[in-house]
């Protein structure tokens, strides 16, 4: 793991990031929060809306050691036991919803999009969506932006017409 | 004594800006003063453009003093259309409304995906995604558009026009196509 060292360029990329306009303009938004931020572990709050219409928020845990030109690893965290956050209680919505935030087997662990330090790699997922896919231009707010239009798109549904 | 003078900062996006950025300006700056700095970043006239906060509709008054009660806790905009005419192009289908430069992404995805646009099925309507328009490219090889991205960003003085795609998101493993 990589030293909590001001002097780390990981480190000072991701502290770059976090006093972005982007990444403020979604604080502003009310769209996600930092939890706390102890490099190279932060962890972030992100508005969501359940299937109900009920506004909720979940929890992230990013890794951030080699950042940007290693993705972050980033986990669904549960704040209360400082673990993974248990699988009935995670994201409920649509088939991409489900998917993105699901266990995805045995130490993988991780949100399963193709950003993802983990997941990026499996079954070819970056390679075939090259504009969800982590490069070392990406920033934190690209991954921040992807969860909370994925954490808010149950709003959608409801803005439709009845399911037929 | 000496009193310390804090800049003001002010969120703004804008025509002939990429992204959103922060300004910094005096205090006792007026709003024109926000107007001038993105015109100058832009390269065009000031007196011609507008400021309007995001997603709402009316111009602000350029002549109300800076405050962070006045600026702070909002997403601005700069821009010399006041509306811009939005097409929007889903199937063999295509539908029109006029929304304001300041409006975000989201705020025109969520009227085409409602029942006043497209009327999408709400099994598939969280999948949605909007797209600049290309009838040469596949909907599955568009990259879409950033929810939170002011549609002026992407609208060039005079043509006050914009034309997007309705396309379905990416689910993993490409099975949602």
């Known amino acids: ?164 | 004594m000496q009193v310390e003078v804090t800049d003001i900062e002010v969120m703004v996006e804008g025509e002939g800006l990429a992204d959103v950025e922060i300004i910094r300006l005096s205090q006792g700056s007026t709003a024109r003063e926000i107007v001038a700095a993105i015109a100058l970043k832009g390269g065009f006239p000031a007196e011609e453009a507008v400021l309007l906060i995001e997603d709402s509709d009316e111009p602000v008054d350029l002549a109300i003093v800076l405050t962070e009660g006045t600026v702070g806790g909002k997403v601005h905009h700069v821009h010399r259309a006041k509306k811009i005419a939005v097409t929007v192009f889903y199937k063999e289908l295509e539908k029109e409304k006029h929304f304001p430069p300041s409006a975000r992404v989201q705020r025109v995805l969520d009227w085409a995906v409602s029942k006043e646009g497209f009327n999408i099925d709400p099994t598939i309507a969280p999948d949605m995604e909007l797209a600049l328009h290309d009838d040469k490219i596949p909907d599955d090889q568009k990259t879409p558009l950033p929810k939170n991205a002011h549609i002026g960003r992407y609208v060039h003085h005079p043509h006050h026009r914009l034309a997007l795609d309705l396309i379905r998101g990416k689910v993993p493993n490409g099975s949602g196509r």
């Not at chain 1, 290693?70 to 400082?82: F, K, L, R, S």
């Open chain 1, 1 to 164: 793991m990589t030293p909590d060292n001001p002097d780390n360029p990981a480190h000072t990329a991701a502290d770059a990031d976090l006093a972005s306009a982007r990444f403020r303009a979604g604080i502003l938004r009310r769209q996600w929060r930092i939890v706390s931020y102890a490099f190279p572990v932060l962890i972030m709050a992100v508005a969501a809306v359940e299937p109900d219409g009920a506004s909720s928020e979940y929890f992230f845990r990013f890794e951030l050691s080699g950042f940007p030109g290693t993705a972050p690893a980033v986990q669904i965290w549960d704040c209360a036991t400082n673990a993974l956050l248990a699988a009935n209680r995670r994201p409920k919505g649509s088939k991409r919803v489900v998917e993105a935030f699901k266990d995805w087997g045995p130490h993988k662990d991780t949100v399963y999009r193709p950003w993802e330090r983990t997941s990026g790699s499996h079954n070819n997922w970056a390679q075939a969506h090259p504009d969800l896919a982590w490069h070392s231009k990406r920033d934190l707010t690209f991954i921040l932006e992807d969860l909370h239009g994925l954490l808010t798109s149950n709003a959608a549904a409801r803005s439709s017409r009845p399911a037929a």
